[in-house]
């Protein structure tokens, strides 16, 4: 990584990227031709695997939980959350650390979704190949 000019020059050749899928490409091999045993995967696996049982969400609560939140938004100060959540945004931006700005973000009663929205609008979703 130091003769490649630090981590950042490591990353932006793609060098991390490719020894990570190096790695999960070894473990993958290495777990197919069973000299990686993982239980319930390649070795002791059920047979008969009972079903698995779907969360199924209340609408009753749903809706309560709905009501709660436009509350919430309704009490606390818009013009703050709309401020922390730039903060968020600025934070992402520049690289800086984004613990004190969603902590600030969390105190003035943004939502997990909103805090999240924020750093979509930077950093984007992560999709798998």
């Given at each position: 990584i130091e003769s490649m000019g630090?981590?950042?020059?490591?990353?932006?050749?793609?060098?991390?990227?490719?020894?990570?899928?190096?790695?999960?490409?070894?473990?993958?091999?290495?777990?197919?031709?069973?000299?990686?045993?993982?239980?319930?995967?390649?070795?002791?696996?059920?047979?008969?695997?009972?079903?698995?049982?779907?969360?199924?969400?209340?609408?009753?609560l749903e809706r309560s939980q709905?009501?709660?939140?436009?509350?919430?938004?309704?009490?606390?100060?818009?013009?703050?959350?709309?401020?922390?959540?730039?903060?968020?945004?600025?934070?992402?931006?520049?690289?800086s650390n984004l613990m004190k700005?969603?902590?600030?973000?969390?105190?003035?009663?943004?939502?997990?979704?909103?805090?999240?929205?924020?750093?979509?609008?930077?950093?984007?979703?992560?999709?798998?190949?």
């Open positions: 630090g981590m950042v020059a490591a990353i932006e050749k793609g060098w991390v990227q490719q020894e990570i899928h190096n790695a999960a490409y070894r473990k993958q091999r290495a777990l197919e031709e069973n000299e990686r045993i993982v239980v319930g995967i390649n070795k002791f696996r059920e047979e008969n695997n009972p079903p698995i049982k779907i969360l199924r969400v209340d609408p009753e709905i009501l709660k939140l436009n509350g919430v938004r309704a009490d606390r100060d818009g013009a703050l959350v709309k401020q922390r959540l730039s903060d968020i945004e600025k934070a992402a931006r520049n690289g700005p969603t902590l600030e973000a969390v105190k003035a009663y943004a939502s997990i979704g909103e805090i999240t929205g924020a750093l979509k609008k930077i950093f984007g979703t992560y999709m798998s190949e």
